[in-house]
């Protein structure tokens, strides 16, 4: 039996930036030092990010055990280089798949989701990192020796950039592109300007993945003002999916996804329990709207949920049964760990099965298939 691990992630080296990018970029490329506390920052120029931890998954209680000690001037209990080595090298993570009894995993990066809103504003230093953590991609292509299947980095602020990326993408083997699901510059993922990214990821075989991720939250920052955590305010983790389920809408309705039969879009660790709702929901509104108005919005076959039905795939945790799911929405739902992350299973295969009671050879689509066949495994 197949097992195939829809998220998880590796730790970036402190340096993995500056020796992927250009020599004439390398004042635009992002760090990861050691504050005077011994802390391991993420930053770009004299300009703090993210402060980063080093915990065991399966606990997520650490992160706030961790937070504690900042807050109170103390030293962290472990450093950043002190993890273990299958977090962060591809090859000790193939030998720890086979431990787990898994035979592949899709591979996140662990800061790739944690400075994006942050340089929201700077197209340059944006490009020039997302082009740094995909050369890394394309190099555990190689290394993972086909179990790891890397997730990219693109935008949709320079269209004609982000065509050329998937294309340097597929032909080196990666299949997988993590994008924000966020308007940008005004324009929102539909936009006519975009439809060449569209068409791109769809002929070169790339598949587009919204995964929980540091962009622009879908609602007015006044909600999570004065939140102690700027990163993962309380209410972003309440309506993480709002966002992604905003894209979804939009891709379908607006016939995205009808001129390209071709795109896949894949949504990980952003929930899953919305997705039935969600579709009946789209549906109504498309019916409703066109008949108000007395035309569609956009000219479709079939109802928008229809193309999602066939073209997206979600990641679940195991608490929102997504054999239940899969009944009420359909056959969609993926196998995640978040593997490392302490929220994330520490036994990925043995923890899932325990709370979702579905043994991998009685749901292949759940463990295998649909993981295979959005990264092209």
Request: with cysteine.
């Amino acid at each position: 039996m197949t097992i195939i691990d829809a998220d998880s992630h590796l730790y970036e080296t402190r340096d993995l930036w500056v020796e992927r990018v250009d020599a004439r970029h390398r004042e635009l490329a992002l760090r990861i030092v050691d504050d005077g506390l011994g802390y391991a920052t993420l930053v770009l120029g004299d300009r703090r990010i993210e402060t980063l931890g080093v915990h065991d998954p399966g606990d997520v209680s650490q992160s706030g055990v961790f937070r504690e000690r900042m807050r109170h001037g103390l030293p962290p209990e472990r450093p950043y280089d002190d993890m273990p080595r299958d977090f962060w090298d591809p090859t000790a993570r193939v030998t720890k798949l086979q431990e787990f009894g898994m035979d592949a995993a899709v591979v996140f990066g662990n800061c790739a989701i944690m400075w994006e809103s942050a340089l929201w504003d700077d197209a340059d230093a944006t490009r020039v990192n997302m082009e740094a953590w995909n050369r890394r991609a394309t190099e555990l292509v190689v290394e993972g020796r086909g179990r790891l299947a890397p997730v990219a980095q693109i935008s949709l602020r320079d269209p004609e950039w982000c065509v050329h990326e998937i294309e340097v993408l597929s032909r080196n083997g990666v299949r997988l592109a993590m994008l924000s699901p966020a308007p940008v510059a005004g324009r929102r993922l539909s936009h006519p300007q975009h439809d060449p990214v569209w068409r791109a990821a769809a002929e070169y075989g790339v598949a587009i993945v919204f995964h929980i991720a540091q962009y622009p939250l879908p609602f007015d920052p006044a909600w999570t003002a004065d939140d102690p955590d700027w990163s993962n305010p309380l209410l972003g983790s309440v309506f993480m999916w709002t966002g992604p389920a905003l894209a979804l809408a939009d891709l379908a309705t607006r016939g995205v996804l009808a001129r390209h039969p071709d795109l896949r879009i894949g949504v990980v660790e952003l929930m899953s329990a919305w997705v039935p709702l969600f579709l009946l929901q789209l549906d109504g509104a498309f019916s409703f709207h066109a008949r108000f108005n007395g035309r569609p919005i956009a000219d479709l076959a079939e109802p928008p949920s229809a193309y999602l039905r066939r073209q997206m795939r979600v990641a679940s945790f195991g608490f929102e049964r997504p054999a239940q799911l899969a009944r009420q929405a359909g056959d969609i739902f993926m196998f995640g760990s978040d593997y490392p992350h302490p929220e994330g299973l520490a036994h990925p295969v043995e923890d899932f099965r325990t709370s979702t009671g579905i043994e991998p050879a009685h749901d292949d689509a759940l463990y295998r298939g649909n993981a295979a066949w959005l990264a092209r495994l």
